[in-house]
C-alpha cells in the first residue's frame, strides 16, 4: 500500500464544462484532464437519502469520483489524517490515489454519484477491514 499518499493528495479537479442554450456539457478524456487513464466506469444509485457507501481503501487503483447527479460527501482517511469532501456538481471531481480509506456519505435523495478507475475490477485491490488498512499503512 501506498504510504506515503495522504489525504492531503486528493484533490478536486474542475473537469471544465462547454455551455450552450440548450444545456452545458463535460468532457472525459483519458491522457487531457484527468489524473489516470480510465480502464473501469460504474455508478451509484438509488441510494437512500442519508446512507453511505465504500468504506474501503484500494492498494493499487485510482478513482475519481463525481457527483453526475444531486450531492455526497467523501469521508477521506489516510490513518493520520481525515478530511471530508463535498461533491455537488457534475463538473467537479475527486480524485483519490491508491491508500486512501474512503466513504461516500449523506448522499442526497436522487444522488449519482460516476466513478472512474485505473484498473478493472480486482478484489485482492481492496481492503475492506480498517485495521488491515492501518497495519498494511504502517508496514
Request: charged share 25%; aromatic share 12%.
Amino acid at each position: 500500500m501506498k504510504n506515503k499518499i495522504s489525504v492531503f493528495d486528493c484533490s478536486v479537479i474542475d473537469l471544465g464544462k462547454i455551455s450552450y442554450d440548450e444545456g452545458n456539457l463535460t468532457v472525459l478524456e483519458n491522457d487531457s484532464n484527468f489524473p489516470f487513464n480510465v480502464k473501469r466506469v460504474f455508478y451509484l444509485y438509488d441510494i437512500a437519502g442519508g446512507e453511505s457507501r465504500g468504506a474501503h481503501a484500494h492498494r493499487e487503483c485510482h478513482q475519481f469520483l463525481i457527483a453526475a447527479s444531486g450531492s455526497f460527501e467523501v469521508s477521506l482517511d489516510d490513518g493520520q489524517y481525515k478530511r471530508q469532501i463535498l461533491l455537488n456538481r457534475p463538473d467537479f471531481g475527486l480524485h483519490i490515489p491508491p491508500g486512501i480509506w474512503a466513504s461516500e456519505i449523506n448522499f442526497s435523495s436522487g444522488a449519482i454519484c460516476l466513478v472512474t478507475a485505473s484498473h478493472s475490477y480486482n478484489e485482492e485491490d481492496y481492503v475492506r477491514d480498517y485495521d488491515e488498512f492501518i497495519s498494511e499503512r504502517n508496514e
